[in-house]
């Protein structure tokens, strides 16, 4: 079936960078908008980025001007850059994609299981 899978999570200090991943494999008939949302210790689910099919992009209020979202569609696969990050910045980052299974069918979100990033200092 469908899996998303990320990667690129770590420890880093303030001020520091980190890039990550998210490649959908399995099959599915068509991939549209892609993105990133993150969830800290007992808070809600939060946007951070996402990207449509043709490249436009939008962001949450707290990471424009630091974080870059991008995707290359060849390889099925979503990027997130973050630079200047800051310990809000902490969380659990989960990857979306809004997939088609089949001609016909509804547009459907799945999830990742998430990669942790933390930032000290």
């Known amino acids: 079936q469908v899996q998303l899978v990320e990667s690129g999570g770590g420890l880093v200090q303030a001020g520091g960078s980190l890039r990550l991943s998210c490649a959908a494999s399995?099959?599915?008939?068509?991939?549209?908008?892609m993105g990133w949302y993150r969830q800290a210790p007992g808070k809600q689910l939060d946007l951070v980025a996402t990207i449509t099919s043709s490249g436009n992009t939008n962001y949450a209020d707290s990471v424009k001007g630091r974080f870059a979202v991008s995707r290359d569609n060849v390889k099925n696969t979503v990027y997130l850059q973050m630079n200047s990050l800051k310990p809000e910045d902490t969380a659990v980052y989960l990857c979306?994609?809004?997939?088609?299974?089949?001609?016909?069918?509804?547009?459907?979100?799945?999830w990742g299981r998430g990669t942790q990033v933390t930032v000290s200092s």
């Open positions: 399995g099959s599915f008939f068509s991939i549209n908008t």
């Open positions: 979306n994609a809004d997939l088609k299974m089949r001609w016909g069918g509804a547009w459907s979100g799945y």
